[in-house]
């Protein structure tokens, strides 16, 4: 039942910045994960960064510093700042919670792409 929604994805320049929002609705559980993977063409998918219900983050080395994700509980969204993009940050970037009902459970949304380019 849970649905989530990416937005703000684009065309940005070398050194530019954005922002990704997602906005998850239906059924969501207290205990939840929310996360942005991405995947490249030809490449495989990957964690970008993780955000716990408690707002614990992990980010990969690759966008460490770069990078950050917030959370808004109360509204059940999830944002993804991106700052000084490089071209291989050029992807399709996917939204993704993970709740316990009755065990963990993980729901993704349609992606949104990134392009980092002159």
């Known amino acids: 039942q849970v649905q989530l929604v990416e937005s703000g994805g684009g065309l940005v320049q070398p050194g530019g910045s954005l922002r990704l929002s997602c906005a998850a609705s239906?059924?969501?559980?207290?205990?939840?994960?929310m996360a942005w993977y991405r995947q490249a063409p030809g490449k495989q998918r990957e964690l970008v960064a993780a955000i716990t219900s408690g707002g614990s983050t992990n980010y990969a080395d690759s966008v460490k510093g770069r990078f950050t994700i917030s959370r808004d509980n109360a509204k059940n969204t999830v944002d993804l700042q991106m700052n000084v993009l490089k071209p291989e940050d050029t992807a399709v970037y996917y939204c993704s919670v993970r709740h316990w009902e009755y065990g963990w459970k993980t729901y993704w949304g349609q992606g949104t792409q990134v392009t980092v380019s002159s």
């Open positions: 239906g059924r969501i559980f207290t205990l939840n994960d």
